[in-house]
């Protein structure tokens, strides 16, 4: 059974700065890539930030410069530090791990957090 543990979400000021992590357990494959993604009210699921094992990171446009992305292979944990927020950064954010050896099976298979809220306000 495959759990995805995250913490770390909260409330920050404009400008501020947190931290997110994500650790994952009872997975018997290795993982390739892990990502960040997050949803606001209204709005559909966007993409944030995905490391690759080699540590290869690809981000959305509206984060680039401002976040970033790292793995720590041994622990299967992800992070998302998170610098310069905006109102806009407000959302839940969810982590995302894909089955790679499930998808060439033809059988494509995510496993996803439980969600940590976000607010950037003043």
């Known amino acids: 059974q495959v759990q995805l543990v995250e913490s770390g979400g909260g409330l920050v000021q404009p400008g501020g700065s947190l931290r997110l992590s994500c650790a994952v357990s009872g997975n018997d494959f290795s993982i390739y890539v892990m990502g960040w993604y997050r949803q606001a009210p209204g709005k559909q699921r966007e993409m944030v930030a995905t490391i690759t094992s080699d540590g290869d990171t690809k981000y959305g446009d509206s984060v680039k410069g401002r976040f970033t992305i790292s793995r720590d292979n041994a622990k299967n944990t992800a992070f998302l530090q998170m610098t310069s927020l905006k109102p806009e950064d407000t959302a839940v954010y969810y982590c995302?791990?894909?089955?790679?050896?499930?998808?060439?099976?033809?059988?494509?298979?995510?496993?996803w957090g439980q969600g940590t809220q976000v607010t950037v306000s003043s």
């Open positions: 995302n791990v894909p089955d790679m050896t499930q998808y060439r099976l033809g059988n494509p298979t995510d496993y």
